[in-house]
Structure formats: C-alpha cells, structure tokens
C-alpha cells in the first residue's frame, strides 16, 4: 500500500468515526428531548398497531408501514421499554441516521467543510426536529433514504459490488417504513447503476434483490392480515386494505391533486402550501413577520449567490445524481398528499446545499454571512423545542382535562362524541365511551342513558341538544399541524316545554 492510499485509508476511517459520533449526538438530543405524549391520530395509530397489528381496524392505516411498527415490537418485546418510548426510539434512530448520513453524502461529494455546515443546519432545522422527536414514520423512512444515497454513492467511488446489494436492501428497508417511498428508493438504485456502467445481468440482479427485499415485510404483513379476514380471499387482502385507504383521498382537493378544479388559483394555493411550504412551514420562517423577512431576505440572498459563484463541475455531478429521485419523491408528495413538510424532508438537504456553498463561496469576508443559516434556524427552533418538548399535543390535553373532571370509576357513564381526537381519547382515557362520529339513530339509547356528553365537533347540532364551549387547547402549528387547535363542549339537553 502507498503512502497515498495509507492517508486515504486513513481518512476513511477518520470519517466513519465522526459520522458515527454525530449519529449518536443526534440520536441523544431527538430522544432525550421528544414530545411528552402521542401528538396525532397517525401516532397512536402506530402505537396501537405495536400492540395489535390490525390493518383492517387502522391500526396502523394502511398500508401497513411494517418496518416501523416492528421497530417498536422490537423494543417492547427485547429491551421492555413503553410502547411510546420504543417508538419515540425508532423516529431518533432515524433522524440520527438522516444526519450522520447525509453528512457522509457531503463530504464524499463536495468537503468535509461543507458537511459540517450542512449536518449542523439538518440537525436544528425546525421541520427535522418536530418530526425526529415523534412517533411517526417519516423520520426513519428519510433515514433509510439517506443511507441508500450513501451506499449508491460509495459504490459509483469505490466500484464494490457488495454496495449495490447493501443499497437495495436499504431501499427495501425505507419502502417497508414507507411504502410510498417505493418509486423513490427504485430510481436511486437505477441511478447508482447507469451511472456505474453495470451489464444487465447486475440490473436483473439488484432490483432481484430489492423485490425480495420488500417481499420479506410485504408477506408477512399480508399473511398476518388475512389471518383476521379468514373469508377474504388471500390475493385480495392488501389490495383491499391500500385501494380503501386511498379511495377516500380521491374526492380531497386538500390531498389529491386530481380531486381539485386546477384552476390557476387552486395550483397556486398548492404551490404556496408544498413549494413555498419548504420556506416558510419547513424553516419555520412564519414564526413571526420579523423572522419572515429575514428568511427571505436570507433565503434570497443565499440563491443568488450559489447561481453566482457556487455552481462547479462538482455541483452539476450532484444535482445529475441527485435531481432524478428528488423530482420523483417531490412529484409523488405534490400530487397525493397534503402540504405537511414532514413528507418532504428528504428536499431540505440539497436545499442547504444551495444555500450553505451560495454563502461560502463568497469572497472574504461575505463568506462568512453562512453563519446567518443555522443562527436563524436556532433562534426559530429553540422556542418550538421548549414548547414541543414540555407541553403535550391538545388533542393530550383535551383527554387530561375530562380525566381530572372524572375518576375512573365514573367515566363508563360518560359519553365522548369525538370526531377529531378520537384516537388520543382511545389510547390515553379507553374508561370513557367514545364515538368517533356524529350520533346517529343507532346511537340514540347511548345518549339518553350518558351522564354527561362532550364532544369536540363545533358543527355538532341537534334540535334537542345545545353545546357550551368550556376550554381550548392549542400550539404553533410548526411544532405540528394537525390538530393545532381543538375546542372542548359541554353537550347539553334542553329541557322539553
């Protein structure tokens, strides 16, 4: 070995370590730090599903997200920590790893220099820390990406085949977190093989090894449910269980693109929420109408630079490999489902990439205006973190003021009318009885016979009943969208003339 390939060897491994110790810096900051309880329907939906696996009940929603939700059997079962924890577990494992990959990523293709700056960014940036410190999904799914870009960039530099097989399963492994990543993961394994010149027969094998890779969550997910519908024919099940998840989202102009009229102010408004969204939701920028225009002033600045002094050979080699798979998960977000920024976290990394070489190629001393990136992502995030981290979710608190007012004993006779928070009131306080949806006909002997009714739906009117509003409960929607506000009313009879 020469000298040269001694220092290269070296440095190698120099990286490995510090990729290493920021995945377990990241891991300990997004656990230690999470929500105190389940923030939204999709979490306790998980949390449900840790305990009894059942599609057809939602728990979780199809389609399925298998891997997740083994991740946090896993942790119940082996190492007997709480449902909640094994999950709030699994989504820091995965934040860790989005940055700790993504720092590699970086430094294989530009610097060491510009890794650092863009790890340090993804760490702090608001829509990455809301998501890494809750149980959901997406922060493992973004994690498994990441490590995917990794093995496929490892492999175009160092030419071992074994990288091609690491980069399938881990692209089996995202799609099994997130089934809908499934296109994306697909066409990063296509890319890593054009662009490393294989013969067809390396084709066949590694998308081979992708199908079984998917295959080894996709059955036995599909076995366990059709268990549960034993008259359902097996071919059926999931086909099933994912066309009636998404049958619903069809008619959804908020969710389905095709649901809406495509009128230029309809593809705007969804431009604003997805697009934009990146800016303002994702960086947290609508904070306040100070720090709005300072992010874009920032933001404005940080775009002009790179088009100005930042695009090299080097930047066409990382958008030529980047650009495809990161068309394809945008297209698949803007198309069919809702502008939540956690769906996109997969875009804020190249985005830092604009931003932090636009400022650090800029002569002496404007170079150093890069500080303004992470110094205004922290004073945004900082006060979120606070908040997300002490205060719990209110469609929690909306559970915890109706526990206080009844003891366990009492709350059998207590109806719970809950369209919005139905799952938190499952999940946290199952002693009271709970509809999910507006009483009907069938319901009637439920609501003569109940002690008390509440209900979380303002639009909730009967001509026998009238509603008193008795508290509300809401956060910054940067912490997390759905659900921000929820109103608690005293459901009340009127009195027969």
């Not at 009131?425 to 507006?438: E, M, R």
């Not at 009637?444 to 026998?464: F, G, I, M, P």
Request: positive net charge; contains cysteine; proline residues 6%.
């Amino acid at each position: 070995m020469t000298s040269t390939e001694m220092e290269q060897s070296d440095s190698g491994q120099q990286s490995v370590i510090k990729a290493v110790l920021l995945f377990f810096a990241a891991f300990a900051l997004y656990f230690f730090t999470h929500s105190p309880a389940l923030d939204e329907i999709d979490a306790v939906q998980f949390a449900m599903g840790v305990r009894s696996f059942d599609l057809w009940h939602h728990q979780p929603h199809p389609p399925g997200y298998p891997l997740f939700i083994f991740f946090g059997w896993l942790g119940t079962r082996f190492f007997h920590i709480g449902t909640e924890s094994s999950l709030y577990c699994a989504s820091a494992f995965g934040g860790a790893l989005f940055i700790a990959a993504w720092f590699s990523i970086i430094r294989v293709q530009f610097s060491e220099r510009l890794a650092w700056w863009v790890a340090s960014c993804l760490l702090i940036t608001p829509v990455v820390w809301m998501t890494a410190t809750k149980a959901v999904t997406d922060m493992l799914a973004a994690g498994l990406v990441g490590a995917e870009l990794l093995a496929a960039i490892c492999f175009l530099k160092q030419g071992k085949r074994g990288l091609i097989v690491w980069a399938a399963l881990l692209g089996a492994a995202a799609a099994g977190t997130r089934p809908q990543l499934f296109p994306v993961v697909a066409v990063v394994l296509g890319i890593q093989l054009k662009k490393g010149c294989v013969n067809a027969k390396t084709w066949w094998f590694a998308y081979a090894v992708l199908v079984a890779g998917c295959l080894t969550w996709l059955l036995p997910m599909w076995y366990m449910q059709s268990q549960l519908r034993p008259n359902e024919p097996f071919w059926r099940v999931y086909p099933e269980l994912a066309y009636g998840q998404w049958r619903w989202r069809l008619n959804l102009p908020s969710v389905y693109i095709g649901a809406g009229d495509w009128s230029p102010h309809y593809l705007g408004m969804r431009f604003v929420r997805h697009i934009l969204g990146w800016f303002w939701k994702g960086f947290g920028f609508i904070q306040s109408p100070r720090v709005l225009a300072a992010g874009i002033v920032l933001t404005t600045c940080a775009i002009i630079a790179y088009f100005r002094f930042g695009r090299e050979a080097i930047d066409q080699r990382f958008w030529r490999f980047h650009g495809p798979w990161l068309l394809v998960d945008i297209a698949i977000v803007f198309i069919a489902l809702p502008g939540d920024q956690r769906y996109y976290l997969m875009v804020f990394p190249p985005l830092f990439v604009i931003m932090l070489r636009g400022f650090l190629r800029l002569p002496k001393p404007w170079n150093l205006s890069a500080i303004c990136v992470p110094a205004l992502l922290l004073y945004i995030l900082v006060p979120l973190a606070i908040e997300n981290h002490r205060d719990e979710a209110p469609a929690v608190r909306f559970v915890r003021y109706l526990e206080k007012l009844y003891p366990p004993s009492k709350r059998g006779n207590v109806l719970l009318i809950l369209p919005v928070v139905c799952r938190s009131a499952q999940w946290y306080a199952p002693q009271f009885k709970i509809l999910d949806h507006v009483p009907i006909a069938e319901d009637e002997e439920v609501l003569r016979n109940a002690a008390a009714v509440y209900t979380d739906e303002r639009s909730l009117k009967r001509k026998d009943f009238y509603l008193i509003h008795l508290a509300d409960f809401r956060r910054s929607m940067l912490i997390y969208p759905q659900n921000r506000g929820v109103r608690l009313y005293l459901v009340v009879r009127r009195r027969s003339s």
